[in-house]
């Protein structure tokens, strides 16, 4: 099966299984999903969707986290974990956003992996939820789904990001992703995915690698 027709095949059945899948962060406005992928760095969505139903309520603006208390913040944030470097990060994001974009959230790349703690894989996630802008968000279930299933044999986040791009039509990124999260935690889970349960199965390159492994052992014997 050539590549484009393994990818076109994995959409068919991941729009049955997962339709019209969404970012698992709650957000009522580009400042809250920003925030919101800040804290998410080492922390399950699940916590930073808690402490943000928090946070909203006390700081309310750009301004309310640029003017922020490091202290405070860090108090109001510490579940998350790496606490104190978050808090920077937000207060240092925020007061770029109101120094040079109005207390606005830009769309550009280089605007938004300008702002600290906002790396590739955030800002295309904001490019894709706020700016409808297609871009493959490497986390760690992007990272870990597309080596299993023969999408790409690169390491890196950035080289997966470029290898993804040339292979994911472009009005599927964005969903591909949410997608990719949702069968990640409900399937292809680490370290041991379901595979009798998945259901791309019969087609995953990780089942024709256990398969050839398999075939080879058998004529060892």
């Given at each position: ?201 019969d087609i995953c390159k990780k089942r024709d690698v256990k398969t050839a492994r398999t075939t080879k052992t058998e004529k060892a014997k």
């Amino acid at each position: 099966m050539k590549i484009n027709e393994y990818v076109l095949e994995i959409k068919k059945r991941f729009m049955a299984e997962y339709g019209e899948a969404e970012c698992s962060l709650n957000y009522e406005n580009p400042l809250e999903l920003l925030i919101a992928t800040q804290l998410a760095t080492q922390c399950t969505d699940a916590r930073v969707n808690i402490v943000m139903k928090d946070l909203v309520k006390k700081y309310k603006t750009c301004e309310d986290y640029a003017n922020a208390d490091l202290q405070e913040l860090m108090d109001d944030i510490h579940s998350t974990g790496f606490y104190r470097n978050k808090a920077k990060n937000i207060i240092g994001t925020c007061k770029i956003l109101l120094e040079e974009y109005n207390g606005e959230v830009p769309s550009d790349m280089d605007a938004l992996t300008r702002l600290p703690g906002v790396g590739r894989k955030i800002a295309n996630l904001m490019r894709g939820d706020v700016f409808g802008i297609p871009g493959i968000v490497v986390d760690t279930h992007c990272t870990r789904l597309s080596a299993r299933m023969g999408l790409t044999k690169e390491k890196e986040q950035t080289k997966i990001e470029k290898d993804l791009v040339k292979k994911i039509p472009k009005d599927y990124q964005t969903l591909f992703c949410h997608q990719l999260v949702e069968h990640g935690r409900k399937y292809c889970k680490a370290p041991t995915p379901k595979c009798e349960e998945c259901c791309i199965n019969d087609i995953c390159k990780k089942r024709d690698v256990k398969t050839a492994r398999t075939t080879k052992t058998e004529k060892a014997k």
